[in-house]
Each structure stands twice: as C-alpha cells, then as structure tokens.
C-alpha cells in the first residue's frame, strides 16, 4: 500500500537558519505529493504540491522537488523565521486510492529568534 | 469566509455518551473525509465521502458511522464513546484529491 515517511522531529533551529525536512514515499506509479502546515490550534493547511516527476512546489520560501528516482519530496527553506514554526506534514494521493490522501507523521519545527 | 465549518470546537464525554460532529463546506467540492489526530501517529483516515451519497471506510473506521446529508454536509457519529477515542478530529473536502485538500479547524475530543 501507499506509505510516507518523514524525518524525525522535533527539530529546533535558530532564526535564518537553512531548514530541511525529509519525506520520502512508498507507492507505485506516480502519486501527487503534498506539504502541509499545521500552526498551533488551527487545521491544516496546503503549503505546496507537486503533480509530476521533477515538478518543484514552492511558496512562502518553501520549496519541495518531486524526484522519482529517490522516491522523496524533501521540504526545504533558505532563512526560516520564527513564525515559521509549526508542525509540518507529508502527503501522497493516487487517483486508484479514490484520491485519499496518506499522511506521514508529521515534523515539529520550533525556530527561536 | 468560504471554506469548511466544523461544530463543536471542543466537547468533553463520558465513557458510553454518543455525540455527532457536524462538518459543513462551501465550496461545492464533491469529496469530503473524516480524520483523527493522535501525537506521533498523523492524521488518520476514518471514513471518507467520494461524492454525494456514498461513503466509505477509511483506515480506522471502528467506533464511527458516518452520514453524508447533502452536497455540504458530512457528519461524524459516536455512537457509545471510548477513552480511546479521544483526540483531534479534522473534516476536510476537496474537489479532485490529487490537488489537495481543504481542511477544518478541528473537533477536540475528550472521553473521560
């Protein structure tokens, strides 16, 4: 079945730090993939996506490129800030799974100013 | 504001209560879904609405039912609620998933 996995958390940065968060993924064919953000006491909301093979997402400063070859959607940032800070997840959805979207665990990122 | 209501914010049960979450969106999406949050586990899925009058089960699907009333509307029921139960639960929607989803608030749900 579809399966994503994340990099581990919490992870803790100082403010203008480079900040990477790994997603890799289980699923045959193409899937399209997905980053989410979640802030404290709110829902989540769509951070960017990526539909093809070597498609890049980006948005606010964040950027995810979709390789094939390594099965990954790694989440990237430049300088993150401290408003950054949230949880941050992973997704896959295949149009067989009737488009369902399968999550990863989710990535505490906590950056001090 | 167009996006997805969900209702009750919070709610507090005892063992054996049921309850119904109401989920209700606006954009004319066609597929609507039931997730709980629990730490370290993301999100799972418990049921789903892929359009208007069908609903299917998700990965956890135990312990719910669920009711699409209408294009807008999808409810969560607990019909006898269970410590284990208890958590964050997330009702999103969307057109075509493979563009993504749009997501709730949350329900946080305390069985005591």
């Known amino acids: 079945g579809n399966s994503v996995t994340q990099m581990e958390g919490p992870v803790t940065l100082s403010e203008e730090a480079f900040l990477t968060i790994n997603c890799t993924y289980t699923?045959?064919?193409?899937?399209?993939l997905f980053w989410y953000v979640q802030y404290p006491g709110e829902g989540l909301q769509l951070l960017l996506k990526?539909?093809?093979?070597?498609d890049k997402g980006s948005n606010k400063g964040f950027e995810a490129t979709y390789r094939k070859e390594t099965t990954s959607f790694h989440l990237e940032k430049g300088s993150v800030q401290v408003s950054d800070s949230a949880v941050y997840f992973c997704?896959?959805?295949?149009?067989?799974?009737?488009?369902?979207?399968?999550f990863g665990e989710g990535t505490q990122l906590t950056v001090n100013p | 504001n167009a996006g997805v209501t969900q209702t009750p914010k919070f709610q507090v049960l005892k063992t054996g209560q049921s309850m119904t979450l109401q989920c209700a969106q606006d954009?004319?999406?066609?597929?609507m879904y039931w997730y709980r949050q629990d730490p370290g586990m993301g999100l799972r899925l418990i049921y789903y609405?892929?359009?208007?009058?069908?609903?299917d089960k998700g990965e956890v699907p135990n312990g719910y039912n669920v009711s699409r009333l209408n294009k807008r509307e999808f409810s969560l029921r607990l019909e006898s609620a269970a410590p284990s139960q208890t958590s964050v639960y997330f009702c999103?929607?969307?057109?075509?998933?493979?563009?993504?989803?749009?997501f709730g608030s949350g329900t946080r749900l305390t069985v005591v």
């Open positions: 999103a929607s969307s057109v075509n998933g493979l563009y993504g989803y749009t």
């Open positions: 609405s892929a359009s208007e009058g069908t609903t």
């Open positions: 990526a539909t093809k093979a070597d």
């Open positions: 699923a045959t064919g193409y899937p399209s």
């Open positions: 954009m004319n999406h066609n597929s």
């Open positions: 997704a896959l959805s295949k149009e067989t799974s009737g488009s369902r979207l399968t």
